[in-house]
């Protein structure tokens, strides 16, 4: 397992979804491997651990499409606005024993 410090949040399965659907149509670019980590919390939440890299260009990618308008202009403009608030805060936290490599189970789809 890699011991380095990633940051975490938990999410529901409608802010996964967000999440998925973005990678999936390219509009953000997609995790590598290590890139990303999630532990299933149950009831269908997960906790998502983000490379600290990773996870400011995901930012980065994500406040670019707002200040370009595309959040304002898409029918889920709230859910991308709290998908972008959730990644923002997350916190530093090391790698636990049962994570899961988001990018194995999101490969297949790209």
């Known amino acids: 397992m890699i011991m380095s410090m990633y ?17 999936q149509r390219r509009l953000f670019t997609p995790p590598a491997e290590t890139d990303m980590y999630s532990v299933s ?6 906790t998502i651990y983000f490379k600290e890299e990773f996870r400011q260009n995901f930012i980065n990618e994500l406040q670019l ?3 370009a308008g595309k959040f304002a202009s898409s ?16 916190k530093a936290h ?17």
């Open 7 to 23: 940051k975490s949040v938990r999410m529901n399965p409608q802010d996964l979804s967000t999440m998925f659907i973005g990678f």
């Open 41 to 46: 919390e149950g009831n269908g939440d997960c």
């Open 65 to 67: 499409a707002d200040d």
């Open 75 to 90: 029918n889920a403009g709230d859910r991308w606005l709290k998908l972008l608030s959730l990644i923002y805060s997350a």
């Open 94 to 110: 090391e790698l636990p024993d049962n994570c899961n490599d988001y990018y194995l189970g999101l490969q297949r789809f790209l």
